[in-house]
């Protein structure tokens, strides 16, 4: 899955209130033809996530076979470690965040049982992987054996554990009180305890409680305060105060917003119609602002965030997990 | 750059290891990526060597080669840092060469963890480098609020215990004189003056992460300095004045009076002077003010949330119903 941005820009104009489902899909399907571009290998180090941003996508879009499901799972199973993680692409070292999105595709195209069959220990050596990166003093996850810590790890360890079922094999109070510390003056949460809040970082701690079932520690009306404050006058939201609005923090924020049921705290109109404004309307994807070039990040997000609002014409996506609705409730009736 | 390292009698002794891109299987229709030549050669050295583990300058000069094609390679990084210690390299000369590869790439953050590595190790690092603060401002000329710096910095004053340098608070404060809107700047003063220090566990604010202490006491200091308090708040009025609809300033002064166990209505005077009658020159003031009579005058906090849900925000209009409605029945 190229990474590459572009060629597409986003349309910008407000009066185009239509998702262009079939643009959309068809960029995505398109981005693996662009390999030869010089960006594609500069990119290479999110590759795996770039799998998971654009199926998702597609599933989102009510296309879920958009993509060849046998060469799907074939890439992530290449992508695996010795050490049972994953790296971003064949050949790199394993890292929370590839396997995180490792399992979640699994989980999207039905296929955690590849694991046992073909892949390398099965899903317990992957949880192991996963739960060796936990700081057994203060509940923090890193995000490979070099160390750097930062709440996505958190939320990506409990997220792809509780897919797997494997949640047993982590110190869950520790996690849920290193979060915490991570809670700011202004109610929001950082990257780490004492960073500056950040819409992103807050996605990534109420969904680690909410999966930990610990939501009741969250002064929700405070967090939704901080939350609802970062739409703007032109209706996208921002990240932090003071910064521009990009279509991706439709989703951290939105979903955040849902977690902790505020999201009708925003108006809703507003913020699907200034994510609108950032799609390619010929070419299709989202960029994260009118005018600007459009990526599968932001087309991911941009998706995500707008079903979220509940747009006609897409799949329900789960606030947790960023994922169909549908694929989690049959992840966890299995 | 090496010309080629198949050619270079320097790497003759090595096999280099080809990328295994799953393309053999016929597995990866997805996946198969077109590299540049150079690139390719370089990283398929790079295996071999990190097989092998070897930690030697070929091997640190290959790493550095590698990372001028693509310093997002998050694995060479780590390598890197490993051999540097290992041959015990001047940290300080790498420092000054991974300063230019951050103004590059200005989002980067692999080189803000290996920064970290580096300056963790004591035995180089006893004290911080006295330039850092000069690069760190360096860095925010370029973009003030980059978080991977910000994040950093914080790093910087626990690890260093730094809260009452002056030069941090110099820099804050010059930061915020720029750009009074910079709440990345507000957030890192806000810990300098009433963030933990190092006899408890850092935290976005005291006892964040304490289970044994209730929400509303969190963020409160044990002791509290009633004179720095009273400064912090008078430098939060300054910069409200200078810019009423900022958001910043005004959450930083909430923070304060929380860290001093205080009320908002100690300010009612002065947030009064942001709202006379229907001239309005600041929504916070409004909402401030919604917070102080929420505490006994009803009718009038009902007043203020409205003005806010009709006038000035209404883009939160349900939040400010929410709001109106918790206040109960009034008259």
């Known amino acids: 899955m190229a990474l590459v941005s572009g060629p597409g820009r986003a349309g910008g104009i407000s009066s185009d209130q239509e998702l262009h489902i079939s643009k959309h899909v068809a960029y995505i399907k398109n981005l693996d033809t662009r390999k030869d571009e010089l960006e594609y290998w500069l990119t290479e180090?999110?590759?795996?996530?770039?799998v998971y941003w654009g199926l998702t996508a597609l599933h989102l879009l009510g296309h879920p076979d958009a993509l060849p499901r046998n060469e799907t799972i074939d890439f992530v199973l290449s992508c695996q470690k010795d050490n049972g993680g994953?790296?971003?692409?064949p050949g790199h070292d394993a890292h929370m965040l590839y396997t995180v999105?490792?399992?979640?595709?699994?989980?999207?195209?039905?296929?955690?049982?590849?694991?046992?069959?073909?892949?390398l220990g099965g899903k317990q050596k992957v949880g192991a992987f996963i739960a060796s990166l936990q700081n057994k003093e203060d509940g923090s996850f890193m995000g490979d054996q070099w160390g750097e810590t930062d709440t996505r790890f958190l939320y990506g360890a409990l997220?792809?554990?509780?897919?797997?079922?494997?949640?047993?094999?982590?110190?869950?109070?520790?996690?849920?009180?290193?979060?915490?510390?991570?809670e700011n003056f202004d109610g929001a949460y950082g990257v780490t305890p004492g960073a500056e809040s950040h819409s992103g970082q807050v996605f990534t701690c109420v969904?680690?409680?909410?999966?930990?079932?610990?939501?009741?520690?969250?002064n929700k009306d405070r967090l939704g305060a901080w939350l609802s404050e970062r739409q703007i006058d032109k209706g996208g939201f921002n990240g932090r105060p003071e910064k521009l609005p990009d279509a991706c923090y439709a989703w951290w924020v939105g979903s955040s917003l849902a977690m902790i049921d505020r999201l009708h705290w925003i108006d809703g109109k507003k913020l699907a119609s200034f994510v609108l404004q950032c799609q390619d309307p010929e070419a299709g994807g989202f960029a994260d602002r009118p005018g600007?070039?459009?990526?599968?990040?932001?087309?991911?997000?941009?998706?995500?965030?707008?079903?979220?609002?509940?747009?006609e014409g897409l799949q329900e996506v789960d606030p947790v997990y960023c994922m169909p609705k549908s694929v989690i409730a049959r992840c966890f009736a299995k | 750059m090496a010309e080629s390292y198949a050619n270079d009698p320097e790497w003759a002794n090595i096999t280099p290891i080809e990328l295994d891109d799953g393309s053999e299987s016929g597995a990866m229709p997805l996946a198969?990526?077109?590299?540049?030549?150079?690139?390719?050669?370089?990283?398929?050295?790079?295996?071999?060597?990190?097989?092998?583990n070897e930690m030697s300058e070929r091997a640190l000069k290959l790493t550095k080669d590698v990372i001028s094609m693509n310093p997002a390679h998050y694995t060479v990084w780590i390598y890197r840092a490993k051999i540097l210690l290992a041959l015990d390299k001047d940290i300080l000369e790498e420092l000054n060469w991974l300063n230019g590869v951050s103004l590059k790439y200005l989002k980067n953050y692999q080189i803000w963890h290996h920064r970290q590595v580096l300056i963790s190790s004591k035995t180089h690092f006893p004290t911080m480098p006295p330039k850092e603060p000069d690069f760190l401002m360096e860095?925010?000329?370029?973009?003030?609020?980059?978080?991977?710096?910000?994040?950093?910095?914080?790093?910087?004053?626990?690890?260093?215990?730094?809260?009452?340098?002056?030069?941090?608070?110099?820099?804050?404060?010059?930061l915020i004189k720029a750009d009074v809107r910079n709440n990345s700047a507000w957030n890192h003063r806000y810990m300098l003056r009433f963030g933990p220090r190092d006899d408890v566990p850092d935290a976005g604010m005291v006892n964040a992460g304490n289970a044994d202490i209730s929400p509303e006491e969190k963020g409160r200091l044990p002791v509290v300095d009633e004179d720095s308090v009273d400064a912090e708040l008078k430098y939060a009025q300054e910069q409200i004045l200078r810019a009423p609809e900022n958001r910043s300033s005004w959450w930083y002064a909430r923070g304060v009076l929380r860290a001093a166990g205080r009320g908002l209505g100690e300010w009612e005077e002065f947030v009064g002077r942001f709202v006379d009658g229907n001239v309005v020159k600041s929504s916070h003031a409004v909402e401030w003010l919604a917070d102080v009579y929420g505490e006994g005058e009803k009718g009038k906090a009902v007043e203020m949330l409205t003005m806010l849900k009709e006038k000035y925000d209404p883009i939160r209009k349900n939040y400010w119903d929410y709001r109106i409605q918790q206040l109960g029945e009034v008259a």
């Not at chain 1, 999966?211 to 009741?216: E, H």
């Not at chain 2, 860095?139 to 790093?155: C, E, G, I, L, P």
């Open chain 1, 45 to 50: 180090h999110l590759r795996l996530n770039g």
């Open chain 1, 86 to 89: 994953f790296g971003a692409a």
């Open chain 1, 101 to 119: 999105s490792a399992i979640q595709i699994l989980v999207t195209v039905d296929a955690v049982d590849e694991l046992e069959k073909r892949g």
């Open chain 1, 159 to 182: 997220n792809a554990l509780s897919l797997l079922g494997l949640l047993d094999l982590v110190d869950i109070p520790k996690a849920v009180s290193y979060i915490q510390s991570c």
């Open chain 1, 207 to 218: 969904g680690a409680l909410t999966i930990a079932g610990r939501l009741d520690l969250v």
């Open chain 1, 292 to 311: 600007n070039m459009v990526d599968v990040y932001h087309t991911h997000f941009g998706i995500a965030g707008l079903s979220l609002l509940g747009l």
């Open chain 2, 32 to 52: 198969t990526i077109a590299y540049p030549t150079e690139y390719l050669e370089a990283t398929s050295y790079l295996r071999a060597v990190m097989a092998a």
């Open chain 2, 139 to 174: 860095m925010f000329a370029q973009d003030s609020k980059n978080y991977h710096v910000w994040t950093y910095r914080h790093w910087l004053v626990r690890h260093f215990k730094l809260w009452d340098s002056p030069r941090e608070l110099e820099d804050v404060e010059a």
